[in-house]
């Protein structure tokens, strides 16, 4: 990843002077691959091993958040040795509001 945006970036998006300074606010980025529900005392028994199922399924796409706000939907990818999400979709702003 890149820590500067192009200037040819910030200019084809014809960003000002003074929205360019929030470019380097840190953003929280969370790949959520599915919840789950269930009581306290089953949690309380999970042990090493315990298996939790999630409500996504095997080809089901993930949700990206930015500061615990779905932003996107994407899948898991391997880079080398580490876990990625590969984007596939923005989700919108008035889309976003209602989640």
């Keep these: 990843m890149a ?3 192009p200037e040819t ?9 003074e929205l360019e300074a929030v470019l380097d606010v840190q953003v929280e980025i969370t790949a959520v691959l599915g919840t789950a529900l269930m009581p306290i ?8 091993g315990a298996v939790v199922e999630l409500n996504r399924g095997v080809n089901e796409d ?9 932003v996107a939907t994407g899948e898991v990818v391997v880079v080398e040795d580490h876990l990625g999400v590969s984007i596939n979709e923005i989700i919108k ?7």
């Design 3 to 5: 820590d500067e945006i």
């Design 9 to 17: 970036i910030g200019d084809s998006l014809g960003l000002t002077t």
């Design 41 to 48: 005392s089953q949690i309380l028994k999970l042990g090493r």
């Design 62 to 70: 993930i949700e990206i958040h930015a500061n615990n706000r779905a």
């Design 93 to 99: 702003m008035a889309d976003n509001s209602v989640r």
